[in-house]
């Protein structure tokens, strides 16, 4: 079984939809991709999901398509990336629907109950895909950390050479200097 490419010391869970890559479960981010009615009976539906599992590097990619990365500012007015359409739509329609009601009688306002109850779930869900979101990105500078130390490790183990004569860096084990072609002592 693969190592998780993140956390080398556990292994993988999973690999990405996306790039193929091992990803342990900490680093597994999943997502519901489609769905599709398969059955009706007596007025109750049964759905069938389709999963995606991603890496973070993929997650985040994904998660600026979708509008995860804006956070719940400005939830009630997207309609593009807004985590639920069919919400944002209902929460217009209350608000609409009261205003237009309460204009020819007094109770209209009844329906902003519902106009809140929807924003409130949408601001939710917007805050939660952006706490996956920052944790992708987290996990993601991690991993950059990291590669950049392993290559500080790799260029400090290199030993460099350097000419007597003009002090132009030379390559281990060269006879003579790539610059002004002195011949080195070995």
């Not at 950059?144 to 392993?150: G, I, L, N, P």
Request: aromatic share 16%.
């Amino acid at each position: 079984m693969a190592n998780c490419y993140i956390h080398t010391n556990r292994s993988s869970t999973r690999h990405c939809s996306t790039c193929s890559k091992a990803i342990c479960r900490e680093c597994t981010f999943e997502e519901v991709v489609s769905s599709r009615l398969i059955s009706t009976y007596r007025g109750k539906s049964e759905y069938e999901y389709d999963y995606e599992f991603f890496c973070p590097y993929c997650f985040i990619t994904y998660a600026k398509e979708k509008g995860y990365h804006k956070g719940s500012r400005g939830v009630m007015f997207r309609y593009n990336q807004s985590p639920a359409k069919g919400a944002l739509i209902v929460m217009w329609l209350f608000f609409i629907g009261g205003l237009v009601i309460n204009f020819f009688f007094p109770i209209g306002y009844v329906l902003w109950v519902g106009t809140l109850l929807t924003m409130i779930w949408l601001k939710v869900r917007s805050s939660k895909n952006y706490t996956r979101y920052l944790k992708a990105v987290n996990l993601s500078k991690t991993e950059q950390r990291r590669v950049a130390a392993v290559t500080k490790e790799i260029k400090k183990q290199k030993k460099e050479f350097f000419c007597p004569n003009c002090g132009a860096a030379i390559i281990e084990g060269s006879d003579f200097c790539n610059k002004c072609g002195s011949i080195l002592n070995n």
